[in-house]
C-alpha cells in the first residue's frame, strides 16, 4: 500500500511514522503539486525604463521620421522626376509607407508576444533599411511603390510597433511622459531628416538621399534594438488573437478616432510643403523648411502633451490636442492665404498633431492595461492604416481636380473635417468613461 512520509526526514529512511494514504483526505489525495509561481516583473518607472525609451526613440526618430519626410520626396517627384504622373499615384508611395506599417503592424504586435522584440526590431532595421536602398536604383513610380512603399513598410513596422508598445509597459507615474519623449523621436528625425533629404537631393540626388537613409537605418536602429526589450512576458492565452475587444464600445471609439485622427494628420506633412512652393510662390527649399517648423513644433507638443496627459488625463489632453488641431486647419490655413498666417498654422497644427500619435498607446494602456497593449495596439493598427488610405490619396485626387494642382482649398476642408470627426468619437469615448468635467481620464 502507497504510504506519504510526513516530513523530509521519512524519505531519507527516518524512523519517523507514516501515515497510510488511505487515511488522508480526498482533497489532500487530488491535490496537485502548485507550479512555482512566475517571477515578477522589473518595477516600474526605474532608470532601466529609461534605457528602453531611448532605444524606442531611436526606433520611431528613424522610422516615423522617414514617413514624415516624404513630403520632400514627393516634390521631386512631381516637379523634377515625373511630372507627368498624378499627385494621387505619386502619393500612394508616402501612403502605402505608412499603412503598410500599420497594416504588418497587426502581426507584429502578436509576434511582440511571443518572441524577443529586441530580434524584431534588429529585423525592421535591415528590412526597412535595405528597402530604401533598393528604392534608389528604381526609375518609375510602380517600382517606388513595391520598395519605397510596400517593403519599407513591412520593415517600419517592427520598429514602430515595438516603439510604440514598450515604453507604457515600463512606466506607471511617468507613462504619458515617457511615451512622448519615446514618439517625440519621430518628431526629431521628421525635423533634421527633412533638412537632411533636401540638402542630399540638392547636392547629391534622389538616389543617394534614400541610399544614405537606409543605411543609417540600418547601422542606427540595429544597435539601439539591445535596448528595446519588453517588461514582461504576458500570459498564456488560448487564443492567437484576442477579439473580444472589439466588442468593447469604447474600443470602438477609440478605433475611430484614431483612424480619422490619422488620416487627418498625415495630409498636411504631405501636401504643407507643396503648398509654399505652389500657392506662395517661394523656392523649393522652403518645402523643407515647412516641414522643419511642423516636426520642431511637434518635438516639443509631443513632450509637453505628454506632461500634461500625466497630470490632467490622457485622453482629455489628445481630445483638446486634436480639436486645436482640426482648428489650425479651418481658421488659419483655410481662410487665409498669406505667408505668415501659413506657417503659424504649420507651427500649431505641428505642435497638438504630435498628441494625436503620442497618447494614443497611453490611452490604450490606461483602458485595456499593459499586459493586452501589443494586441490591442495591432488591432488598432487597422484604423492607422485605413486612415493612410483615406487621407493623401483621396487628398493629391482633390488637388488634381482643381485648377491643375493650384487649389487646395477642397484638401484643407477635407483634412478639417477628418479631425473634426475623429474630435466627436474621443468626446464620446470621454463621456462613456466619465461624465463628470474635471475627471482625470
Same mark, same amino acid.
Given at each position: 500500500?502507497?504510504?506519504?512520509?510526513?516530513?523530509?526526514?521519512?524519505?531519507?529512511?527516518?524512523?519517523?511514522?507514516?501515515?497510510?494514504?488511505?487515511?488522508?483526505?480526498?482533497?489532500?489525495?487530488?491535490?496537485?503539486?502548485?507550479?512555482?509561481?512566475?517571477?515578477?516583473?522589473?518595477?516600474?518607472?526605474?532608470?532601466?525604463?529609461?534605457?528602453?525609451?531611448?532605444?524606442?526613440?531611436?526606433?520611431?526618430?528613424?522610422?516615423?521620421?522617414?514617413?514624415?519626410?516624404?513630403?520632400?520626396?514627393?516634390?521631386?517627384?512631381?516637379?523634377?522626376?515625373?511630372?507627368?504622373?498624378?499627385?494621387?499615384?505619386?502619393?500612394?508611395?508616402?501612403?502605402?509607407?505608412?499603412?503598410?506599417?500599420?497594416?504588418?503592424?497587426?502581426?507584429?504586435?502578436?509576434?511582440?508576444?511571443?518572441?524577443?522584440?529586441?530580434?524584431?526590431?534588429?529585423?525592421?532595421?535591415?528590412?526597412?533599411?535595405?528597402?530604401?536602398?533598393?528604392?534608389?536604383?528604381?526609375?518609375?513610380?510602380?517600382?517606388?511603390?513595391?520598395?519605397?512603399?510596400?517593403?519599407?513598410?513591412?520593415?517600419?513596422?517592427?520598429?514602430?510597433?515595438?516603439?510604440?508598445?514598450?515604453?507604457?509597459?515600463?512606466?506607471?507615474?511617468?507613462?504619458?511622459?515617457?511615451?512622448?519623449?519615446?514618439?517625440?523621436?519621430?518628431?526629431?528625425?521628421?525635423?533634421?531628416?527633412?533638412?537632411?533629404?533636401?540638402?542630399?537631393?540638392?547636392?547629391?540626388?534622389?538616389?543617394?538621399?534614400?541610399?544614405?537613409?537606409?543605411?543609417?537605418?540600418?547601422?542606427?536602429?540595429?544597435?539601439?534594438?539591445?535596448?528595446?526589450?519588453?517588461?514582461?512576458?504576458?500570459?498564456?492565452?488560448?487564443?492567437?488573437?484576442?477579439?473580444?475587444?472589439?466588442?468593447?464600445?469604447?474600443?470602438? @471609439? +477609440?478605433?475611430?478616432?484614431? #483612424?480619422? /485622427?490619422?488620416?487627418?494628420?498625415?495630409? &498636411?506633412?504631405?501636401? $504643407?510643403?507643396?503648398?509654399?512652393?505652389?500657392?506662395?510662390?517661394?523656392?523649393?527649399?522652403?518645402?523643407?523648411?515647412?516641414?522643419?517648423?511642423?516636426?520642431?513644433?511637434?518635438?516639443?507638443?509631443?513632450?509637453?502633451?505628454?506632461?500634461?496627459?500625466?497630470?490632467?488625463?490622457?485622453?482629455?489632453?489628445?481630445?483638446?490636442?486634436?480639436?486645436?488641431?482640426?482648428?489650425?486647419?479651418?481658421?488659419?490655413?483655410?481662410?487665409?492665404?498669406?505667408?505668415?498666417?501659413?506657417?503659424?498654422?504649420?507651427?500649431?497644427?505641428?505642435?497638438?498633431?504630435?498628441?494625436?500619435?503620442?497618447?494614443?498607446?497611453?490611452?490604450?494602456?490606461?483602458?485595456?492595461?499593459?499586459?493586452?497593449?501589443?494586441?490591442?495596439?495591432? @488591432? +488598432?493598427?487597422?484604423?492607422? #492604416?485605413? /486612415?493612410?488610405?483615406?487621407?493623401?490619396? &483621396?487628398?493629391?485626387? $482633390?488637388?488634381?481636380?482643381?485648377?491643375?494642382?493650384?487649389?487646395?482649398?477642397?484638401?484643407?476642408?477635407?483634412?478639417?473635417?477628418?479631425?473634426?470627426?475623429?474630435?466627436?468619437?474621443?468626446?464620446?469615448?470621454?463621456?462613456?468613461?466619465?461624465?463628470?468635467?474635471?475627471?482625470?481620464?
Amino acid at each position: 500500500m502507497s504510504q506519504v512520509p510526513t516530513s523530509p526526514d521519512a524519505a531519507a529512511g527516518s524512523e519517523t511514522p507514516t501515515i497510510e494514504l488511505d487515511q488522508l483526505p480526498a482533497s489532500e489525495k487530488t491535490r496537485d503539486v502548485e507550479p512555482p509561481a512566475p517571477a515578477s516583473p522589473p518595477a516600474t518607472d526605474t532608470k532601466y525604463g529609461w534605457l528602453v525609451v531611448l532605444g524606442c526613440f531611436f526606433a520611431l526618430m528613424l522610422s516615423i521620421g522617414t514617413t514624415t519626410t516624404y513630403g520632400v520626396y514627393l516634390q521631386e517627384y512631381k516637379l523634377v522626376e515625373f511630372p507627368d504622373a498624378a499627385s494621387s499615384l505619386l502619393s500612394w508611395i508616402g501612403t502605402l509607407q505608412f499603412s503598410m506599417m500599420c497594416f504588418f503592424g497587426i502581426g507584429v504586435g502578436v509576434l511582440c508576444e511571443h518572441f524577443d522584440t529586441r530580434l524584431l526590431s534588429a529585423l525592421g532595421a535591415l528590412v526597412s533599411g535595405l528597402a530604401l536602398v533598393v528604392a534608389s536604383f528604381c526609375n518609375s513610380p510602380w517600382k517606388l511603390l513595391l520598395t519605397q512603399g510596400l517593403l519599407y513598410g513591412f520593415g517600419g513596422s517592427l520598429l514602430y510597433i515595438t516603439g510604440l508598445t514598450l515604453p507604457p509597459q515600463w512606466f506607471s507615474k511617468y507613462r504619458a511622459l515617457a511615451t512622448g519623449i519615446a514618439i517625440a523621436g519621430s518628431g526629431i528625425g521628421g525635423l533634421w531628416l527633412s533638412t537632411a533629404t533636401r540638402s542630399m537631393t540638392n547636392n547629391l540626388s534622389r538616389q543617394w538621399s534614400l541610399r544614405i537613409t537606409g543605411l543609417v537605418i540600418i547601422g542606427v536602429c540595429g544597435a539601439t534594438s539591445l535596448l528595446m526589450k519588453m517588461r514582461f512576458k504576458p500570459e498564456k492565452r488560448q487564443k492567437i488573437i484576442d477579439l473580444s475587444v472589439l466588442r468593447d464600445k469604447r474600443f470602438v @471609439l +477609440l478605433f475611430l478616432g484614431a #483612424m480619422f /485622427g490619422s488620416a487627418g494628420y498625415f495630409v &498636411p506633412y504631405y501636401f $504643407m510643403p507643396s503648398y509654399a512652393v505652389v500657392v506662395l510662390g517661394k523656392n523649393s527649399d522652403w518645402g523643407a523648411n515647412v516641414s522643419s517648423i511642423m516636426n520642431g513644433a511637434s518635438i516639443a507638443g509631443r513632450i509637453l502633451m505628454g506632461i500634461l496627459g500625466d497630470r490632467v488625463g490622457s485622453l482629455n489632453t489628445l481630445w483638446a490636442a486634436t480639436l486645436l488641431s482640426c482648428l489650425s486647419i479651418l481658421v488659419l490655413w483655410l481662410p487665409f492665404s498669406g505667408a505668415g498666417t501659413f506657417f503659424a498654422a504649420a507651427a500649431i497644427f505641428g505642435f497638438f498633431s504630435g498628441a494625436i500619435v503620442s497618447l494614443i498607446p497611453v490611452v490604450t494602456a490606461n483602458i485595456f492595461g499593459v499586459r493586452r497593449l501589443p494586441s490591442v495596439i495591432g @488591432l +488598432l493598427m487597422i484604423a492607422y #492604416m485605413t /486612415g493612410g488610405l483615406i487621407s493623401s490619396p &483621396p487628398a493629391g485626387a $482633390m488637388l488634381d481636380k482643381y485648377r491643375h494642382g493650384k487649389d487646395f482649398d477642397s484638401l484643407i476642408i477635407y483634412t478639417g473635417v477628418l479631425l473634426g470627426v475623429s474630435s466627436v468619437s474621443q468626446t464620446l469615448l470621454r463621456l462613456i468613461i466619465s461624465r463628470q468635467l474635471w475627471y482625470k481620464v
